[in-house]
Structure formats: C-alpha cells, structure tokens
C-alpha cells in the first residue's frame, strides 16, 4: 500500500519501534503467565510486569498500588462509573458530567441512567469548549457522588480546568472523574494527579500496543468505591480478573517512558507544525477554526469548511489523508459531531469540519502536502455545491 499522509493520530498511533522491541520477548521467549508461582516462566513474566509497573508509577510521581490495568480507557470508564453507581445506587445517586465527553463516558451514563436510576446531569459548554465553573457549582445537589469531565477533549483538544472543578467540589464528599487519555503524552499531568479522584490512559495513544490501557485510584478512599468488573482468578488485588497482560504492561510502561522523555521538545515542534497547519487552513476561504480561544492540546486543531458535504469532502480526501471528521469510536455516525453542536457549532458546519490531530511523525513537509490537499479537495467539494455560487449573488 503506498503510505499515505496520517493526521489522525488522536484516533491512534503506531507502535513506537522501541516498544515493539520491548515488547517482543514476552510474546516469545518469557512467554509465562505472572501468575504461575512454580516456575521460572511465571516469575519471569512476574518480574516484568512489576518492574514496568514501576517504571510507569516513577513517570507519573504515583505509587503502584495506584494503578489497575485495564483494556483500556472505556473499560476504566465504566469501571469507575458502574462502580459508583453500584455502591451509591440505594440512595438515588446523581452525576454530573459534560456534553462534549467522549461517547465512553456519555454512553456509560446513558446506560446508567436507563437500567440503574442515576440521574445524570450534563453541563453546556460555551462556544470554546469550556465548562462553566458557575453552572457546575449549581448542578450540585446533595446526592451528587461523582463529577466526570475529561481533562483533554478528543475532536478539538480544548482542555478542561481541572484544579478549578476540584476546588468546587472539595470538602462536600463529591469524587472527581477526569478522562486524560488525549492529555498523556500531550501535555504535563500534574494537574491530574493533584486534582482526580479516578482518571484512565489508553496505551495506543502514546506509540504503545492497543487494547492495553489503565486505571488510577488516587487513594483508599477511591479505592473502597472500586468494584470489579470482571470476575474470577483475584488478579490485580481482585480489581480486575483474567490472565495479565505482560506484554501488553511492558509495552505500556515503555510508551509511557518515552512519552514523558520527549514531551516537552516533541510539543514544541508539534505546536508549532499545528499552528503552521491552521494558519494555511484557515487561509482557504470561510473556514473557521474551533476550540482555539481555550487552552488546548499542541497538536490538535479542528476545522469547518463553510459550503462543504462533509462526507464528499472525507470521502474526497481519503486516497491521500487520513483524517476524521471526530471520533473514530463515532465515525459512521450519521448525526454531526455532539463535541462541536454543544459548542454551538449549527449542522452544516458541524457536518463539514475536519479534525487534524498530528503525531511525533509529522514532518513540515507532511503539513505543506496537508494544507495543499485539502485545499484542491474544499474546492473540488464547492464548485459542485450550487449554494456555493449563490453565495456570490
Ligand atoms: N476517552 C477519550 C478522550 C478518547 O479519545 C478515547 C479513544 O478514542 C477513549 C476514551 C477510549 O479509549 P480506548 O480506545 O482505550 O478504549
């Protein structure tokens, strides 16, 4: 296949070659289960599975009795809100979240509201993707156990004021929720861990393996909320049951590792090839870009083509960029993205807006193509759109 442009790295990213080769003896040789204790194949594995989850705890300034090891970001998002929701459920438990969450959190919420009876809230954003500190102190009520809003928005980057949120809530029995997985690697997670309760990360966001991911507890007292989704064999403290996943662990650690080595000079470059990208996008005629007046990841940028079909426009793009339009958990929606109708972005728009998410891959060269490409192709996409011409009368 010829290699294609790839600026869809919030979708995923490739196996950094170093954790392939991490990896690699444990889908071979040390091939053991951590579990067997009778033999050197079991400890082996046991040793490699202990030693990256140190390595991981060293990286993030955490303990490893912190840290249970999930399939990733949706599993520890339903872990921790089916968790609450099964210990609070007898006193008709309330949780607030955010309408621009990723569909993990708000799909879970859903289900939690049809067959458990938790009422669930969802805060507005305003047109930059910002929750509003006011309204979230109002949507408190006494029955509210558990806030949930993500830290780094996964289709415009904007990123959310965790320390404000935990102030809000301190000192009135409330848990705090964030979903970082688009802020590992991305940006420094001292926020997190000084102001969550809970948060997750998903390893293929980060050059290492999918299917592999984690969940943080921040101490005992989260700890006791915790309820285990998956039952039998007691691994992992009995938090989560089934053979460990050591190659999966040592993969992650070594994502993890690298990721926090390279993020400062990686996020510079980053920032700097995204703002080169915008800038020569926001050139081509009515285009608007979304998300930008807030904080935001360096290497997301989100952007609507005004007089565009959105599904023309990526399908149009699809033989030279790969790009989405939002969530690849929610590409084949046939609805405009939630995230930017929330920021009251109007359907046309919503519909025609693309997210360019970059990776420690891209090249200058890469964005120069980028720009060029989807330029020919918005005004391929317009010279067929009659409401393009009459725009002119
Ligand atoms: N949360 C956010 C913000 C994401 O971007 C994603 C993945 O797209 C997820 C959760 C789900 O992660 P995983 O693929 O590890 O289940």
Known sequence: MEKKLYLDYNATT???????DAMMPYLSDN???PSSIHHPFGWIAKEAVESSTHKIAQAFGISV???TYTSGSTEAINMVLKSFCQKYKPNGSHIITCKTEHKAVLDTSAFMEKYEGVTVSYLDVDTSGLINLDELEAAIRPETILVSIMYANNETGVIQPLKDIARIIKNKKIFLFSDATQALGKIPLDQIFESADFTCFSAHKVYGPKGMGMLYCKNIEAMNVLRSLIQGGGQQKAFRGGTINTPGIVGFAKSVELSQHELLDKNNRLERLRDLLEEGLLDIE????NGYSAPRLPNTCNISFAFVNGAGLLRGLSKD??????SACNASSENPSHVLTAMQ?????????LRFSLGKYTSEDDINKAIKIVRREVNLQRETNILWERRKV
């Open 14 to 20: 490739p196996c950094d070659p170093k954790v392939v």
């Open 31 to 33: 091939f053991g289960n």
């Open 65 to 67: 009795d912190n840290i």
């Open 286 to 289: 009515l285009s608007f870009s």
């Open 321 to 326: 960029l790969a790009i989405s339009n939002g």
């Open 345 to 353: 972005i109007g359907p046309d728009l919503a519909f025609s807006s």
